[in-house]
């Protein structure tokens, strides 16, 4: 049965990266299988935080995309340059206001069934719950990222009582939400600590039909000016504070004399120009900074690498699951993750035997790493990850599946997609 779908969140395509890769798949999928579907969304920012062309952000904008089956509403934010944790505070409570205006229109138009609020921001739940208040309808609140936890724990925010308020706020919209649905198991394991209901996995996906092995990585190596023996470690996404990418310039520093290991940093955000200078600083050649590539040549860069890494901060490796894995191992990448024990990025990569581990924020360990992965070799991790990819992470599976439990009754509370290899709390 055909729905009618709305969906909150403040990020969707054309950015490549992050929640709104996924949230702008999402409902692409919905309108090309007959869903109506609409979308309150900004313009696009990320992660370069700066409006992209040909947006300006200074108005609302309505959108139609696959013969009207898709409605965009894009409403005007602000983008700061520099994102502190206050200016993000304004950038996020000018969306909340602008997207209500839109929730109001929503009012007088016919009934939507679901209503999707993807958190981050998190207060996108009370949208959601004002809509079904007045016209009912199913509130699913997708758990991207445990924003207020990150903010806290990177010490974006200082002050306790800001803290208690958010959290008040957030209990308030996970009890009274239908579904409340998440990523990976660890984030299960802490959402189901702040709510006393199913929580249902939905993770990240990828489509392992556009994202796939190729087998000349010497060709292609030869595309981005590299030389056949040159071992290509590449970091593909956002350059933010949560990266922690400035130990990787430090890596580089110790690498200096490997020549034939190159650091490759692909990718924008606020905290490049930073990485850059200090890179400039330490007179290294080892490190190359390039732009994010385009959709067309992507697969092609990502299969060029001979290592992919995936740094995350020790105290924000188990509140976000990095998106980029995803793509990563849809392509048979050898996945280099920076994630302490215990943590799902940890098991998950130890588990299926996908993945290089070593300690987040062990800078020793993380050249080490990079050292000995150009001296061994990597082909049945490489197998691993694609096979991974494609049982467990495909588009075609995870987003059918997860349609199908949503609509489900709440009675009924069927709320897994699959028992492998993430299994609920």
Not at 42 to 48: E, I, K, L, R, V
Request: aromatic share 10%.
């Amino acid at each position: 049965m055909k729905k009618r779908i709305l969906v909150l969140g403040i990020n969707c395509f054309p950015e490549l990266t992050g929640i709104g890769k996924y949230t702008g798949e999402m409902i692409s999928w919905f309108a090309e299988n007959g869903h109506e579907t609409t979308i309150i969304t900004g313009f696009p920012y990320y992660p370069n935080w700066v409006v992209q062309k040909p947006y300006s952000g200074n108005f609302f904008k309505k959108e139609k995309m696959y013969d009207g089956k898709l409605n965009i509403y894009r409403c005007p934010l602000y983008v700061p340059a520099d994102p502190t944790g206050l200016k993000r505070l304004v950038h996020e409570a000018l969306f909340y206001f602008s997207a209500s205006l839109v929730i109001l229109l929503m009012l007088f138009k016919k009934k939507q069934d679901i209503i999707f609020a993807i958190a981050p921001p998190f207060h996108l739940g009370i949208l959601a719950l004002s809509y079904r208040l007045i016209r009912g309808g199913k509130v699913v609140y997708h758990v991207q990222d445990l924003q207020i936890e990150a903010a806290k724990d990177l010490g974006v925010l200082k002050s306790n009582w800001m803290f208690n308020v958010l959290f008040a706020i957030e209990r308030f919209i996970l009890k009274n939400v239908d579904v409340v649905s998440t990523i990976s198991q660890g984030m299960i394991a802490k959402v189901a600590k702040k709510v006393n209901k199913p929580i249902l996995f939905f993770p990240n996906w990828v489509d392992t039909e556009t994202f796939y092995p190729l087998d000349d990585r010497t060709a292609l190596k030869a595309k981005w000016g590299y030389q056949p023996d040159d071992h290509v470690v590449l970091y593909s996404g956002s350059i933010g504070f949560k990266q922690g990418l400035e130990g990787l310039i430090n890596v580089a520093e110790k690498l200096k004399d490997k020549v034939r290991i190159k650091i490759l940093i692909c990718g924008t955000g606020p905290h490049k120009e930073v990485l850059v200078q200090y890179a400039a600083e330490l007179g290294l050649t080892n490190v190359v900074f390039v732009p994010l590539q385009g959709f067309d040549v992507f697969n092609e860069f990502l299969n060029m690498a001979d290592v992919h890494l995936v740094l995350q901060k020790g105290d924000a490796s188990d509140l976000v699951m990095p998106s980029k894995l995803t793509t990563i191992l849809a392509v048979g990448g050898l996945a280099l993750v920076t994630a302490n024990e215990g943590t799902t990025l940890y098991e998950v990569i130890k588990e299926h035997r996908m993945g290089i581990i070593v300690k987040a924020e062990q800078e020793n360990l993380l050249a080490e790493a990079i050292l000995a992965s150009s001296e061994a070799n990597h082909d049945q991790t490489r197998l691993n990850a694609r096979r991974y990819a494609e049982k467990f992470l495909d588009k075609r599976n995870v987003l059918p599946q997860m349609l199908e439990n949503v609509s489900q009754s709440q009675e009924e509370k069927v709320y897994n997609l699959h028992t492998e290899p993430m299994k609920p709390a």
